[in-house]
């Protein structure tokens, strides 16, 4: 069995990653309606990839027999004043969740629940992505903001395909 407080942790962690989710539907949303079809589609995707995220950690506790308590979450902020706004609002978001999985992993650690700590290895090296990203389309969206069409023209190039599969990644609860 998972240490307690992490397990407690986890169960927390879940619902920033479904509410991270429900973030990138609203800012995917936002572009779609601004009529930014590669800056929504990327976002759609981002949005896919938190809820796996989610999943991920269910079907750990659920390996685990550990309890899996499904949470609320609080509303997305759903508008916004331009267009670099809601990527700001991400890289803002994927540094807190980076905070929040870094103290999952020393929580593993304090526990001697090493396991646990492993399991969250795949997380920490995929913020380390989802920051960099970030970090990368705001440059892009700050430097082109007069001229979206520059951006989709990036988006187009850069992110035309997911990143395929990743042997290493966790399975998600549910997934084929
Ligand atoms: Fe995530
Ligand atoms: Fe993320």
Redesign the pocket.
């Given at each position: 069995m998972p240490a307690d407080p992490f397990v407690a942790k986890l169960n927390e962690q879940i619902g920033h990653?479904f509410a991270?989710h429900q973030q990138y539907v609203a800012i995917a949303v936002y572009y779609d309606a601004e009529t930014l079809p590669q800056l929504a589609r990327f976002f759609y995707r981002q949005a896919l990839?938190?809820r796996d995220?989610a999943m991920m950690m269910v079907q750990y506790l659920i390996d685990a027999d550990a309890d899996v308590v499904i949470p609320g979450v609080a509303a997305p902020q759903p508008v916004f004043g331009d267009i670099v706004s809601p990527v700001a609002l991400a890289l803002d978001q994927e540094k807190r969740?980076t905070a929040q999985i870094n103290a999952l992993a020393a929580a593993a650690r304090e526990a001697g629940d090493y396991t646990s700590e492993q399991f969250m290895q795949w997380f920490i090296k995929?913020q380390v992505e989802?920051v960099a990203t970030m970090s990368d389309l705001l440059r892009v969206v700050e430097r082109s903001k007069d001229d979206p069409m520059d951006i989709e023209n990036f988006m187009a190039r850069e992110f035309a395909e997911d990143g395929g599969e990743d042997a290493t990644a966790p399975h998600p609860a549910g997934a084929e």
């Amino acid at each position: 069995m998972p240490a307690d407080p992490f397990v407690a942790k986890l169960n927390e962690q879940i619902g920033h990653e479904f509410a991270a989710h429900q973030q990138y539907v609203a800012i995917a949303v936002y572009y779609d309606a601004e009529t930014l079809p590669q800056l929504a589609r990327f976002f759609y995707r981002q949005a896919l990839e938190e809820r796996d995220h989610a999943m991920m950690m269910v079907q750990y506790l659920i390996d685990a027999d550990a309890d899996v308590v499904i949470p609320g979450v609080a509303a997305p902020q759903p508008v916004f004043g331009d267009i670099v706004s809601p990527v700001a609002l991400a890289l803002d978001q994927e540094k807190r969740v980076t905070a929040q999985i870094n103290a999952l992993a020393a929580a593993a650690r304090e526990a001697g629940d090493y396991t646990s700590e492993q399991f969250m290895q795949w997380f920490i090296k995929e913020q380390v992505e989802e920051v960099a990203t970030m970090s990368d389309l705001l440059r892009v969206v700050e430097r082109s903001k007069d001229d979206p069409m520059d951006i989709e023209n990036f988006m187009a190039r850069e992110f035309a395909e997911d990143g395929g599969e990743d042997a290493t990644a966790p399975h998600p609860a549910g997934a084929e």
